[in-house]
């Protein structure tokens, strides 16, 4: 009888890449000229991340050098979830979260997926924000990660505890 092989599905950021990227935008906004005099600024403010200037346009650039640095490291932008700019005093403000786990109603969309294309005798369970996938054969795992990549869902995953 064959081992039953398995892997969870799950959506996870790596805080301190995160941390990381904040840091070189920051770094870059203190030092590019275009952002000279225009009280641009990007902090961590708790679990968010706080990103400010004095026009909106400027404060939207904040956020796109932020992204780059996101890219650049490795970080998913589907895990960044980022507000529209509102004013505040003289400034405008965007606040963005990093997002985490696989929602109930994803964890499902990806499971009935994987029901309806993936190989017979794949399983799919959800357990709390991640979804544990199990089969007899690591080929049909191997495609069932295909799959799911195929499927460019709107929230990152990420495939671990591979066995």
């Known amino acids: 009888m064959a081992k039953e092989s398995s892997f969870d599905v799950v959506s996870k950021v790596d805080r301190q890449e995160v941390d990381n990227a904040l840091n070189q935008a920051a770094k870059e906004v203190r ?10 600024s990007i902090a961590w403010s708790g679990e968010a991340i706080e990103m400010e200037a004095n026009s909106e346009e400027r404060v939207k650039a904040v956020l796109d050098v932020f992204e ?9 932008l589907k895990s960044l979830d980022a507000g529209d700019p509102r004013s505040s ?19 499902k969309k990806v499971s009935k997926l994987i ?9 799919a369970q959800i357990q709390g924000d991640e979804l544990r996938i199990s089969g007899k054969s690591r080929d049909d795992l191997q495609a069932v990660q295909k799959l799911i990549n195929d499927a460019d869902f709107d929230f990152a995953v990420q495939y671990t505890n591979y066995r």
């Open 89 to 107: 005093g003289k400034l405008f403000k965007i606040t963005a979260t990093t997002t985490e786990g696989i929602s109930q109603e994803n964890a």
């Open 115 to 123: 029901r309806d294309e993936g190989p017979k005798g794949v399983k």
């Open 31 to 40: 030092q590019r000229f275009d952002f000279k005099g225009t009280d641009a």
């Open 68 to 76: 780059s640095k996101l890219v650049r490291r490795g970080v998913s």
